[in-house]
């Protein structure tokens, strides 16, 4: 079955640095998408990568994923306060359906 | 537009008691499903539903948990008797297409097992 390792596990930054955090599959990704969770709440959709090479960018969000189609970066330039929160990576089963598969999840701390 | 409904929001039951989550999904999305969410883990999807037929329960504890999607619309999920490991957040997600497209997540149930 397809695993997705995310790192890393926490991170804690402060205000204003960059950061990036990684999303890396066992097997080869057909979609790979990007959530983030704040504590108590449902998930909310980033964005979904499909095409090796393929970047895309939301305000200061942007996503990448490799071009073996393996692995997909999430970077966040000028962290705000409202970047904290969890975000999850969750890939294609490649079956036709959407996400069936999710990472643990990377805990992102923003400090003032 | 109203986004994804689940309630209820917390529920503390002891062990070998049953349980019952709801969720309403958006107007119109034909695709539902239930994840369960451990603390510090990612959802794992126990269920999908087109419309009302299951599309994927692979994953569902069939002896204890079952749900439903009747008319296509709202959906239950059922789990009796529960167990202490079944503490956990359950999360509904409804979608538009099966493939590919965006999830829209209700806020959760967050289930308490003593």
């Known amino acids: 079955s397809q695993e997705l390792e995310q790192s890393p596990q926490s991170l804690i930054v402060q205000e204003g640095k960059n950061l990036t955090i990684n999303c890396t599959s066992s097997?080869?990704?057909?979609?790979l998408y990007w959530y983030k969770q704040k504590y108590g709440e449902g998930l909310i959709f980033l964005m979904m990568?499909?095409?090796?090479?393929e970047e895309k960018s939301h305000e200061k969000i942007t996503a990448k994923l490799d071009e073996k189609k393996q692995q997909s970066s999430l970077h966040i330039t000028a962290s705000q306060p409202s970047h904290a929160g969890i975000y999850l990576c969750g890939a294609d089963k490649g079956s036709g359906n959407t996400p069936l598969v999710f990472g643990k999840g990377t805990r992102l701390s923003v400090i003032a | 537009e109203a986004g994804v409904a689940q309630s209820p929001r917390y529920k503390i039951i002891e062990k070998r008691q049953s349980v019952a989550f709801w969720c309403n999904p958006i107007?119109?999305?034909?695709?539902l499903y239930w994840y369960q969410q451990i603390l510090g883990q990612g959802p794992k999807l126990l269920i999908q539903?087109?419309?009302?037929?299951?599309?994927?329960d692979s994953q569902l504890p069939k002896d204890r948990f079952s749900a439903e999607r009747l008319k296509g619309v709202d959906s239950t999920l059922k789990i009796q008797p529960a167990k202490l490991e079944d503490s956990a957040v359950y999360l509904c997600?409804?979608?538009?297409?099966?493939?590919?497209?965006?999830?829209?997540f209700g806020e959760g149930s967050r289930l308490t097992v003593l």
């Open positions: 539903f087109q419309n009302n037929g299951v599309v994927d």
């Open positions: 997600a409804s979608s538009l297409e099966v493939f590919p497209g965006e999830l829209f």
């Open positions: 107007s119109g999305h034909a695709t």
């Open positions: 097997k080869t990704l057909y979609g």
């Open positions: 990568l499909q095409k090796g090479g």
